[in-house]
């Protein structure tokens, strides 16, 4: 390994551990994340994926070991003082408003991270620096013909972009990503790739994935999460080569992958 001892990452995992009860979930996680890399993390079902999620960005508070955001502690902050600091994670459509158009949802993304209040938004239509970027942020999601539909008239995919905007309105250089594409058909999720990759461009982007062919089309790396534990962190390439993460997880799926054409 190389000499990381002074560098500083976009996310450091040290030591993590978190128990529900008496199950320990999180089983001593370390994982450095170097800022602009794209990382899919990956592994079955309850292997404890969102519980990881749930502990970078705030939602839950590690039993032991430590969050850092490019270099500083984060572990036990809440997820807006952690979102002001520069990370931004994706909350699903549900928090999306469905009675604001999608330039008004942008717009509050956008006014959120200039420290704004919802409350205040009525009084605030001739922000010209905001309403700039949130022009910007519509074309940036592809939803430049949809400026003043409701988001609740949108179609599913259309609303997981605005989603996307939200998410990437405040301006955070850390995004975290949910399975981004679920529920989406094979096209859409094509394309819904490429818009990810786009709006990501020199930022930090975190995922959770299960599906493979979103994983090797997106991910610069791969974290490998089995019963609580990164089993692999590496390339697309080496992760799929990894006998051990053959044996405990992706067999199948990555002969699927690769089937895929990826
Ligand atoms: N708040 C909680 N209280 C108790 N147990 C929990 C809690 N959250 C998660 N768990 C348990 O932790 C384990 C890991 O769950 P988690 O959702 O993190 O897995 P995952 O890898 O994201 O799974 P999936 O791929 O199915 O979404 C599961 O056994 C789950 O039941």
Request: glycine share 10%; hydrophobic share 40%.
């Amino acid at each position: 390994m190389s000499n990381v001892q002074n560098k500083t990452h976009a996310i450091e995992l040290k030591g993590l551990r978190k128990s529900f009860g008496k199950t320990e979930i999180i089983r001593g996680v370390d994982l450095a994340v170097e800022a602009g890399d794209r990382v899919a993390i990956i592994g079955p079902n309850g292997a404890g994926k969102s519980t990881l999620f749930n502990l970078i960005s705030g939602r839950l508070a590690p039993t032991s070991g430590e969050v850092l955001l490019n270099g500083k502690r984060i572990d036990g902050m809440r997820p807006f003082e952690i979102n002001r600091l520069g990370l931004s994670r994706s909350f699903q459509i549900t928090n999306i408003f469905p009675k604001l158009s999608v330039f008004e949802n942008l717009r509050c993304g956008v006014l959120w991270s200039l420290g704004y209040r919802y409350t205040f938004l009525r009084f605030l239509s001739n922000l010209d620096d905001a309403n700039e970027r949130t022009e910007e942020l519509i074309h940036q999601v592809g939803l430049g013909k949809k400026r003043d539909v409701l988001a609740v008239n949108l179609t599913y995919a259309e609303q997981r972009a605005l989603e996307i905007g939200v998410t990437i309105a405040g301006g955070a250089d850390v995004i975290l990503l949910d399975e981004p594409t679920a529920g989406m058909s094979k096209t859409e999720t094509q394309h819904f790739i490429s818009l990810i990759k786009q709006v990501t461009v020199g930022k930090t982007l975190l995922t959770v994935e299960h599906d493979m062919g979103v994983v090797f089309g997106l991910a610069d790396k791969i974290a490998v999460v089995v019963y609580g534990e990164v089993i692999a962190f590496d390339t697309p390439a080496a992760v799929r080569a990894n006998p051990r993460v053959q044996e405990a997880y992706l067999g199948s799926a990555v002969a699927d992958a690769q089937g895929a054409g990826h």
